[in-house]
């Protein structure tokens, strides 16, 4: 099944400890991406990656990391959370193909709280 | 820079009622445009998209959208509301970005609106 994976989808963790969110798809997409959920702000990009060591800032980069090691995974990051980084995080992928942006695949979500 | 405004975060149906979700957007170029749906603790799926061929497009789960180049909009449609509707809808509009010599979709989302349908 083609699909997104995110794990952990719940986490709960202490202000300074450092975190790392995983996330893998089996589609073979060249393009990534994190985003953060918060209530009244739909979604907003963090990160993305167009292919494997090819990695740039989103809209909302400042406290989070990402690396793209291999094509699969593209895991997010976060050296030293801080409680404003309290939100539900979502992992995307696609192809990269010209002539318009195909659909991005979601995946199931984290559910971060930063104490 | 592209933007999305959802009008209402909250909209609510009685089951069988009409569902009209309202989506503006703002762009420099024509743009590819988005209807996502999130249900309760899932990640966010496709309804359907607008890639400048039909205007009128049709989507999963019975819904559709048009888009009107006039009124900058692409609200989303459904004739006849079911409980199983009832999530948050997201719009997003793409905007191809050049980067490393190659281009991708960089999709810019709207606020969300959540959809309650009651018997």
């Known amino acids: 099944e083609a699909q997104v994976t995110q794990n952990p989808r719940y986490l709960i963790t202490v202000t300074g400890k450092k975190l790392t969110v995983t996330c893998s798809q089996n589609?073979?997409?060249?393009?990534m991406s994190w985003y953060r959920q918060d209530p009244g702000l739909g979604l907003r990009q963090i990160y993305y990656?167009?292919?494997?060591?090819?990695?740039d800032k989103g809209d909302v980069p400042e406290g989070y990391k990402v690396s793209r090691k291999e094509k699969r995974n593209f895991p997010l990051i976060l050296e030293s959370p801080s409680p404003n980084q309290t939100s539900l995080y979502f992992c995307?992928?696609?192809?990269?193909?010209?002539?318009?942006?195909?659909?991005?695949?979601f995946g199931p979500g984290t559910r971060l709280l930063v104490l | 820079a592209q933007s999305v405004t959802q009008l209402g975060s909250h909209v609510s149906v009685s089951e069988g009622a009409l569902v009209l979700l309202r989506c503006n957007y703002s762009?420099?170029?024509?743009?590819?445009l988005f209807w996502y749906v999130q249900y309760p603790n899932q990640g966010l799926q496709l309804l359907l998209k607008y890639t400048s061929a039909a205007t009128l497009v049709k989507g999963i789960n019975g819904f559709e959208a048009e888009f009107k180049k006039s009124e900058t909009s692409f609200h989303l449609t459904k004739p006849s509301a079911h409980m199983s509707d009832a999530a948050e809808y997201f719009c997003a509009v793409s905007d191809q970005v050049e980067a490393g010599g190659t281009s991708y979709g960089k999709l810019t989302f709207g606020q969300g609106t959540i959809l309650t349908v009651h018997p």
């Open positions: 762009s420099s170029v024509p743009p590819y």
């Open positions: 995307a992928s696609s192809l990269l193909l010209a002539g318009g942006p195909e659909t991005q695949y």
């Open positions: 589609m073979n997409h060249e393009y």
């Open positions: 990656s167009m292919n494997v060591e090819v990695t």
